[in-house]
Every structure is written in structure tokens, then in C-alpha cells.
């Protein structure tokens, strides 16, 4: 069965230094990959997310992640945080077969001032 | 405006009093699902529907039901709740699988 790894369940970082938050995967069938943010008291909002082509996805406020089939991994990148960027992070796979999603614990970003 | 609504937003009950989370999205998305979120667990799929009379079940659907006879709602039912049904609901919608999901705003349900 599928699974998925955040292996950070927290990251603290200063302002304007860059940040990665891991994600890897189970197995590397068919798959599509997502990253979703979620602000407190909120619902989540999508990211980036990596359905085929190109393996560097970007988001619209600066963030990247790279789909790297061998190493079955989804690592999300910024090269300088913001303060509003503390959130918490969810790395997400649906397996083209079955149409479940299956989503990792979960990375707290918190950007210190 | 395009959204997906649930209703209530917070709930307290007993245990096996029977109670529904409303589900209902304005786009015309196909696919919806139910997730719960637990401190420590992120989000686990509870069920999904693929289109109007078509659902399957997540990773924890024990103790959980849900129907899809329209396309526009997914009602979630929780027969005879008990206290580990105690948790954050969300309910999701997407275009088809593989399209992003917008999420509603959730349900925090208590169980006593």
C-alpha cells in the first residue's frame, strides 16, 4: 500500500534563509503528487502539485518542488521565507490506479523573526 | 463563488447518537472526499466517490458512511459515534482525480 513520509514534523527557520521540507513516497507506480498548505484555523489550499512532464513544479509565491522518480521523493524548497510563509505543510500522493490520496503527517514551518 | 461548504461547523454529541456532516460543492467537480485530521496523523481518507453513485473506501472507513446521489453533495454519517470518532472532518472536491482539491472549511466534532 502506499505511503508517504515527511520525516520533519518541525521546521524552525529565520527570515530570508532558504528552506526544504522533505517528502518521500512508497512506490513509484503511476502516481501524482501534491504539496498543500494549510494556515491555522484554516482549510488546505494547494500549493504545486506534479502530474507528468517537467520535474521541477513551481508555485506562483516562490516555492519548488522536484519529482525524483529513483529516490520516490517530492522535497519542497524555498530559497528565502517570509513570516507569512508559517503554515503547515502536507505532501500528498493519488495513485492513478486506485484514486486514493494519501497524505504525509504533516511539516510545521515556523519563521522566525 | 466557487466553494465547498459543510455544515456544521462544530458539533458535540454523545456517544451513538446518530449525526450527519453535510457536504456541497458548487463547481460541478466529480470527485469528492472526506478526511479527518488528527494531531500527529495529517490527514487520513475516509471515503471517496469517483461520480454520483460511485464511492470506495479510504484508509479508516470503519464507523463511517456516505452516499453520493447527487453530484453536487457527499454527506458524511456517523451511525453510532463513539469517542475515537472525536476529530477535524474536511471535505474535499476535485474537477477528476489528479486535479487539485478544494477543501471546505472543516467540522470539529466531539464525541463524549
Known amino acids: 500500500a502506499q505511503s508517504v513520509t515527511q520525516l520533519d514534523s518541525q521546521v524552525p527557520v529565520f527570515e530570508e534563509a532558504p528552506v526544504e521540507l522533505r517528502c518521500n513516497y512508497s512506490s513509484s507506480v503511476s502516481v501524482y503528487l501534491f504539496w498543500y498548505v494549510q494556515y491555522p484555523n484554516q482549510g488546505l489550499q494547494l500549493l504545486l502539485k506534479?502530474?507528468?512532464?517537467?520535474?521541477l513544479v513551481e508555485s506562483i509565491n516562490g516555492f519548488e518542488a522536484e519529482f525524483n522518480k529513483s529516490q520516490t521523493s517530492f522535497h519542497l524548497r524555498k530559497p528565502s521565507v517570509h513570516i507569512s510563509d508559517t503554515a503547515e505543510y502536507f505532501c500528498a500522493v493519488s495513485d492513478t490506479g486506485t484514486y486514493k490520496y494519501i497524505f504525509g503527517t504533516g511539516t510545521r514551518l515556523k519563521v522566525l523573526a | 463563488e466557487a466553494q465547498v461548504t459543510q455544515n456544521p461547523r462544530y458539533l458535540i454529541t454523545v456517544t451513538g447518537k446518530k449525526l450527519t456532516v453535510t457536504c456541497s460543492q458548487n463547481?460541478?467537480?466529480?470527485?469528492m472526499s472526506w478526511y479527518r485530521q488528527d494531531p500527529g496523523l495529517g490527514l487520513r481518507q475516509i471515503y471517496y466517490s469517483m461520480n454520483v453513485e460511485v464511492t470506495d473506501k479510504g484508509d479508516v472507513p470503519e464507523g463511517y458512511k456516505v452516499s453520493r446521489k447527487e453530484k453536487r453533495n457527499f454527506p458524511l454519517i456517523l451511525e453510532s459515534p463513539s469517542p475515537n470518532q472525536t476529530s477535524l472532518y474536511f471535505c474535499?472536491?476535485?474537477?477528476?482525480?489528479?486535479?487539485?482539491?478544494?477543501f471546505g472549511p472543516g467540522t470539529r466534532l466531539t464525541v463524549l
Open positions: 474535499a472536491s476535485s474537477l477528476f482525480q489528479g486535479n487539485e482539491q478544494f
Open positions: 506534479y502530474l507528468s512532464g517537467s520535474t
Open positions: 463547481m460541478n467537480h466529480e470527485y
